[in-house]
């Protein structure tokens, strides 16, 4: 008899926030609901204010040192934390992804996303006021993110768009599971131009070559779109991706007067 093949376990985010009534918000939506609902991911919020333990349900305080704002209190985090692992071995504790949003962070690219989209489980910390104690970020191995050079109120919406772009990377998600292979990032350029009916919009055309069902020409326009796109709007991402495919840019040849 055939061993039954073993299920691989969903794709689960553990969100701590101050704001669980945020989520899942846009996830709820399209793809990301879709999916959701089918339990090709899961998704769980934990309220950090349910872990203070003062009458007030306190969760931040001064800083030391002083200056403007408040900061969110170790203690209080580091409870919310451990509730949501309750239960884990320190193997998994220590393997599950730990991610702080903050501007101080590596930047989010779709080589994180599709590291975040490997693992089973991710856990998200969203900060308020000015941000996290640093000695709960260092003792609980929090990893610090940022979506870009902005400051947000909290980290609600950078855990929501990153929990959209990992969840449209996993299997079962979109209709064409090779549809993303093609986007921004994913080879290191951006996307080509993209077009659609009608043919001939407000006296500006379709390019020919996308209507000439020659397949092979296409490839090598959008392949020429991408180059030239990513040149002149993301030179940081031209860059690397020459020194990843070696070729040589533009003007750069050394025989060149």
Request: glycine letters at 8%; one cysteine or more; aromatic letters at 6%.
């Amino acid at each position: 008899m055939t061993a039954p093949t073993a299920t691989p376990p969903i794709w689960s985010a553990t969100v701590l926030t101050l704001f669980p009534e945020m989520f899942p918000g846009p996830l709820g939506q399209s793809l990301a609901g879709r999916a959701l609902k089918d339990g090709l991911w899961s998704l769980d919020c934990v309220n950090i204010r349910d872990h203070a333990t003062d009458k007030h349900r306190t969760v931040d305080d001064t800083p030391f040192g002083g200056g403007p704002g408040m900061v969110m209190r170790p203690d209080v985090v580091m409870q919310a934390l451990d509730a949501a692992t309750s239960g884990w071995n320190a193997d998994k504790i220590a393997s599950v992804p730990k991610i702080y949003f903050s501007p101080r962070g590596r930047r989010l690219d779709q080589a994180k996303i599709r590291d975040l989209a490997a693992h089973d489980h991710v856990i998200m910390v969203c900060g308020r006021y000015e941000g996290l104690d640093q000695r709960v970020i260092d003792h609980a191995g929090l990893e610090e993110i940022s979506i870009g050079d902005v400051v947000l109120s909290g980290g609600e919406l950078p855990a929501i768009m990153t929990m959209d772009a990992v969840v449209r990377l996993l299997p079962g998600v979109m209709g064409n599971a090779e549809a993303h292979q093609n986007d921004s990032f994913e080879n290191g350029l951006l996307e080509h131009a993209l077009y659609t009916q009608p043919r001939d919009w407000q006296g500006m055309q379709v390019p020919e070559i996308l209507t000439s069902g020659d397949h092979g020409k296409i490839a090598q326009w959008r392949q020429t779109e991408s180059e030239a796109i990513t040149q002149a709007r993301r030179p940081d991402l031209w860059v690397e991706y020459i020194k990843a495919s070696s070729k040589t840019p533009a003007g750069d040849d050394e025989n060149d007067a």
